[in-house]
């Protein structure tokens, strides 16, 4: 049994529209599906992924306006990335950056590859990472080239005050092996260990940063909320709840996310992980050609649909005259 990779990464906004324009027209990605936080159903919860949402796509965000800013710190989850097909491609997005008015530091390299940090508007701190991603589909009607779209979810970094009860999560109970170390190219006095799970590459890495001086972190607007790893199917999911069950963690029981299934524990450094299973996907209640265009419900909630629309402020697609549902 071992887990498959990086599943989805969860953040938060503040502004739902703007975070639909980032995502879609200057990132390229496609909204897989409009839906609501199931637990706060007066908020949306946006999907973002390849052409139909494959497992290790997908960048989600609650809609939390009131929450206040994200606050960085030890406990938390300090980049996220986005793999494109070579090093080349990062030159394009410089220029594409550029024209678009998005803060970036330039290309490094870092661990064996080409690496471009940059933020969206609201801080989130993100990255586009050379290499490759098979088993995805880049969206057609994306503004962005095939050749120089984003593949899908690369490595995500996590700074904690402590690492080793982290790393023993990572490798003793989820199965990560470390793979490689590193320094920072633009700051060498900090460094990073690379641990990696499933066949490895880019989508199925955690780099881990130690950092005893930082205070704790708080999320917010323009932090992540967790991070979720991939597991195929239901029966080695309630495997994996167990796994974690008998490691002493807290976690939570499997929960039916509709579109997954889902469990949730917190790692000892702070970082709020999730393990879901791969199916049933996003098309299991719209068709692929017309994902993400109106309010999806789960059928639990879809006899509050109407209570539902009524909380939520009109979302509008990028450039669009009219609102795309509520």
């Known amino acids: 049994m071992q887990l498959e990779g990086i599943h989805h990464v969860t953040a938060v906004t503040g502004n ?13 990605m496609r909204l897989v599906k409009k839906t609501v936080n199931q ?18 796509t997908e960048m989600t965000f609650f809609d939390w306006p009131n929450v206040g800013p994200h606050v960085a710190g030890a406990g938390d989850v ?7 097909p070579s090093r080349e491609v990062l030159g394009w997005w410089v ?18 590859r080409g690496v471009l940090p940059f933020v969206d508007p609201e801080g989130q701190r993100l990255e586009l990472v050379a290499g490759e991603k098979p088993g995805t589909t880049p969206w057609p009607k994306s503004p962005v080239p095939a050749d120089k779209a984003i593949r899908g979810l690369g490595p995500v970094t996590i700074t904690v005050a402590t690492p080793e009860p982290t790393v023993r999560v990572l490798t003793e109970v989820m199965g990560f092996q470390q ?4 320094t920072f190219p633009d700051n060498p006095s900090r460094r990073a260990r690379v641990y990696a799970t499933g066949e490895g590459g880019p989508g199925a890495e955690v780099h881990v940063e130690d950092r005893v001086q930082l205070p704790d972190a708080r999320v917010g607007i323009g932090g992540v909320h967790h991070v979720a790893f991939r597991t195929p199917d239901d029966e080695q999911h309630k495997e994996w709840q167990k796994r974690v069950m008998r490691a002493g963690l807290r976690v939570t029981p499997v929960i039916d996310r509709y579109y997954f299934r889902a469990l949730y524990f917190r790692e000892p450094g702070g970082v709020l992980f999730e393990i879901s299973t791969d199916g049933p996907g996003f098309a299991t209640d719209e068709d692929v050609e017309h994902l993400g265009e109106h309010l999806s419900l789960p059928p639990f ?7 539902i629309e009524a909380s939520l402020k009109p979302l509008y697609a990028p450039a669009a005259p009219a609102p795309v549902g509520p």
């Open 16 to 28: 739902a529209a703007g975070n639909l324009d980032f995502y879609t027209r200057v990132l390229g």
């Open 39 to 56: 637990d706060v159903t007066d908020t949306y919860h946006l999907f973002y992924g390849d052409e139909v949402g494959h497992a290790g």
């Open 78 to 84: 300090t980049a996220v990335s986005f793999v494109v």
């Open 95 to 112: 220029e594409r950056f550029d024209q678009e008015g998005v803060q970036h530091s330039g290309i490094l390299e870092r661990n064996g």
């Open 179 to 182: 793979t490689g170390e590193y």
């Open 301 to 307: 909630l879809e006899p509050k649909r109407a209570e």
